[in-house]
């Protein structure tokens, strides 16, 4: 599903990106709810990156990656947090490509998503390569693992620093869990 935003791409970078665990639904520009057996997933495209919002039994929880001026922070690398019964995993990297490249990864990356029923591609205009794009990870089934209820992707495309995030995140019961 691809989502054209009305607001202009302001320019950000990486580095001003933060992890948020359990913030309630902030304002989205768009949005895309995926239904997975025992869980629903939100994918939501925000002004300032993304937020994903997940009922798993009950249970709602949220991860907000996002340029969030009353956050103080980098993304991390690689993070784990219990959300009840759950343990959330976050991995994320940051590549540097020069334009060429980063055009062609962009333009790439929304031709895998746009036709995905379980994608959301948010596109900002002033940049064609100004994009957000999250996507439920096609590999992982909750029906065959149910220890794995939802795991997503993220995309953020900076293209006036030519940075392209990439995140994982996927939630384990605790049952499955490194002890």
């Not at 895998?112 to 994608?119: I, L, S, T, V, Y």
Request: aromatic share 6%.
């Amino acid at each position: 599903m691809r989502t054209l935003i009305a607001v202009p791409f302001v320019d950000s970078r990486a580095a001003d990106l933060s992890l948020v665990y359990g913030l309630d639904r902030l304002p989205a520009l768009g949005t895309h709810r995926v239904e997975l057996p025992g869980a629903s997933v939100e994918l939501r495209v925000l002004g300032a990156s993304h937020q994903v919002v997940l009922d798993v039994g009950g249970l709602e929880w949220s991860e907000t990656v996002a340029c969030l001026p009353d956050r103080a922070g980098a993304l991390p690398t690689r993070e784990e947090s219990r959300a009840g019964h759950l343990v959330s995993r976050f991995a994320a990297r940051c590549v540097r490509l020069a334009p060429a490249a980063l055009a062609a990864r962009v333009r790439g990356l929304r031709r895998r998503c746009e036709g995905h029923p379980q994608a959301l591609v948010g596109t900002f205009p002033g940049s064609p390569l100004a994009v957000t794009a999250l996507m439920v990870d096609p590999v992982v089934d909750p029906a065959v693992d149910p220890l794995v209820p939802a795991a997503w992707w993220s995309w953020h495309a900076y293209p006036q620093t030519g940075e392209l995030v990439v995140t994982r995140s996927m939630l384990v019961s605790q049952m499955s869990a490194p002890r």
